[in-house]
T-cell receptor
């Protein structure tokens, strides 16, 4: 069975400080993992994906994530938060058949 | 060019009515999906079509009926709308293969009064 747990429903950071959004997954097979971002009243945009190549994945807007099989984690990080990063972030796991399993989302607030 | 488009963007209707939401993708993908996002932002898959064939049909009331006239279109028809159907509905598409990301439409906000 596949599932995703986003450990924090809300994260607040000050502008210019690092961002850490945590995601743990459970999968019976070798998973593919994604992070999506949803800005207010918008659709979902792909930030980055892990597909069994390099374990450190770089995405758009300075975000990156590291796949750690031993910890079953895929945490999203950014060295310096920007006001425009305020949004909802979703971690997704998918395996055979490409069915997406979404986490419950983490709302990121950036304080000026 | 819009990759995945949905119409309408907003839909306000009364209980008991029947409504449709349309989705089109111009990415050449062979698989399309419908998701429901509730007020707590939780996203749940409803249906998935691959080459016009239904491949995922989650536990959804049979008042919801997807229709795929061709690979580029997946419409969602809802009969006898209820208050609990109020949500944002997202269409997505992908090439059906492991590790291929899904591309999402902008969403349709359905409000049932």
């Amino acid at each position: 069975a596949q599932s995703v747990t986003q450990l924090d429903s809300h994260v607040s950071v000050s502008e210019g400080t690092p961002v850490l959004l945590r995601c743990n997954y459970s999968s019976s097979y070798s998973p593919s993992l994604f992070w999506y971002v949803q800005h207010p009243n918008k659709g979902l945009q792909l930030l980055l994906k892990y597909t069994s190549a390099a374990t450190l994945v770089k995405g758009i807007n300075g975000f990156e994530a590291e796949f750690k099989k031993s910890e079953t984690s895929f945490h999203l990080t950014k060295p310096s938060a920007h006001m425009s990063d305020a949004a909802e972030y979703f971690c997704v796991v998918t395996t055979i058949g490409n069915q997406f399993y979404f986490g419950t989302g983490t709302s990121l607030t950036v304080i000026p | 060019d819009t990759a995945v488009s949905q119409t309408p963007k907003y839909l306000v209707t009364q209980m008991g009515n029947d409504k449709s939401i349309k989705c089109e993708q111009n990415l050449g993908h062979d698989t399309m999906y419908w998701y429901k996002q509730d007020s707590k932002k939780f996203l749940k898959i409803m249906f998935s079509y691959n080459n016009k064939e239904l491949i995922i049909n989650e536990t959804v009331p049979n008042r919801f009926s997807p229709k795929s006239p061709d690979k580029a279109h997946l419409n969602l028809h809802i009969n006898s709308l209820e208050l609990g159907d109020s949500a944002v509905y997202f269409c997505a598409s992908s090439q059906r293969s492991v590790a291929y990301e899904q591309y999402f439409g902008p969403g349709t906000r359905l409000t049932v009064t």
